[in-house]
Structures are given as structure tokens and as C-alpha cells.
């Protein structure tokens, strides 16, 4: 099976700007979640989308957006980006279910710097 | 509330036997991960445990005292590849989401 796969693995955006990242998650998997990663900090949750709905939200700002499409495929957007927003995004996928034993499989992540 | 405890760095030497202690406070249980993550990669699933007691998996095994909200991870045979961050998530019951530590950065010594 093929794992989770992110695009763009690089990124570099310029204040203000907007950014779009992508998450293909392992096949058969429901379950979509985003984090943020800056440098010697742990893993921030931003949010999770089971079957295309919002299932849970971390505590970032409005300007992070996301979403999950039919084929489980999922998109995060952050708009107006700021310096603070450079980091290693990561999109880990479980599922096919809700089951508590299912496992969070991490793709590679898109290290995002912003100018 | 919801909290992870876990040490910030541990260092260890090359052959020896180290264990992570990862403490725990949900509001509903529902299962508890450890991740390893090398530096600049993304984390990789260790273990899962659920019930009380060890889990073990060659040099790795993981421990789990629901009643104390404890679990540690201990590694055997260290060896310089171990070098990592090592992450503890909780499962929470209301919600399915996972509850994760700020990691562990193990530095193995020759």
C-alpha cells in the first residue's frame, strides 16, 4: 500500500501571501489530520476531517483553513501568511473507521517558509 | 484537563537500556501511542497500547498503567540509529483525537 503522500514538499511564500498544501492519504483511510511543527516544539494540532466533515479543531487562528474531499483526499489553506507560520506541516491519515486502535500514519510533510 | 508529561531530553550510551516515562491526564482514555521522529522527518509509528501491562516489540516495548495514567517506552540494545524524538499521543474517548506530548529528544552516546 502506498503511504501518505504531501505536496509540495517546499514551500516559500512571502508575507501576506496565501498558501494551499495538499494530503493524499494511505487508500481505504477515512481520517485525515493536520499539525504544525516549528523547530524543538511538539506536534500542534490544527484539525481533523473524517468522511469530508470537520470532526475535531485545534486552537489556531481562522486564517488556517482545511478541508476533505469525497476521495478522502484532504487541503489545508492558510491566507495572509505570517513569519510565525514557517514550519513542517504534516497530514497523518487513520482509519478506515472510528476505531480507537486505528493508528495515525504521517506522510512526509511540506516545510513551509515564509519570507 | 488534558496533559502529556513527558522529560524534555534524555541522554543514553550506545548498548545500554533507556526508559521514557510519558504521564498522562484526559478527560476519557481511549488508548495510548508512541512515535519516533528523527530530525527533519516525519513520525513514525512505535506502539499502541490499551490494556495494562507490556507490550513488547523486539528491542522496544511499551508499558501501560491505566489507573496511574503512566506509560513508558523502553529501549534495549541502544544503538546510535535511536537517536530521536520520542513522542507519546493519548486517544481521548469523547472525541477520538489524539492528545500529544511535546516529545522526548533521546541523545545516544558512543
Known amino acids: 500500500k502506498a503511504g501518505v503522500t504531501q505536496t509540495p514538499r517546499y514551500l516559500i511564500k512571502t508575507r501576506g501571501q496565501q498558501v494551499t498544501l495538499s494530503c493524499s492519504p494511505i487508500s481505504g483511510h477515512r481520517s485525515v489530520s493536520w499539525y504544525q511543527q516549528t523547530p524543538g516544539q511538539g506536534l500542534q494540532f490544527l484539525f481533523e476531517y473524517f468522511s469530508e466533515t470537520q470532526r475535531n479543531k485545534g486552537n489556531f487562528p481562522g486564517r488556517f483553513s482545511g478541508r476533505q474531499f469525497s476521495n478522502s483526499r484532504s487541503e489545508m489553506n492558510v491566507s495572509t501568511l505570517e513569519l510565525g507560520d514557517s514550519a513542517l506541516y504534516l497530514c497523518?491519515?487513520?482509519?478506515?473507521?472510528?476505531?480507537?486502535?486505528?493508528?495515525?500514519?504521517f506522510g512526509p510533510g511540506t516545510r513551509l517558509t515564509v519570507l | 484537563g488534558q496533559n502529556i508529561d513527558q522529560p524534555t531530553e534524555m541522554t543514553a550510551t550506545e548498548g545500554a537500556i533507556v526508559q521514557i516515562n510519558c504521564t498522562y491526564q484526559t478527560s476519557g482514555f481511549n488508548g495510548l501511542f508512541w512515535y519516533q521522529q528523527h530530525a527533519g522527518e516525519a513520525p513514525t509509528f512505535l506502539s499502541y497500547?490499551?490494556l495494562d501491562g507490556l507490550e513488547e516489540k523486539g528491542r522496544f516495548s511499551s508499558f501501560l498503567s491505566r489507573s496511574k495514567g503512566y506509560s513508558y517506552l523502553l529501549l534495549k540494545e541502544l544503538q546510535m540509529k535511536d537517536s530521536a524524538s520520542y513522542l507519546c499521543a493519548v486517544r481521548d474517548r469523547s472525541n477520538y483525537q489524539l492528545i500529544w506530548g511535546a516529545g522526548t529528544k533521546l541523545i545516544i552516546k558512543p
Open positions: 497500547n490499551v
Open positions: 497523518a491519515s487513520s482509519g478506515p473507521g472510528q476505531q480507537t486502535t486505528d493508528t495515525q500514519y
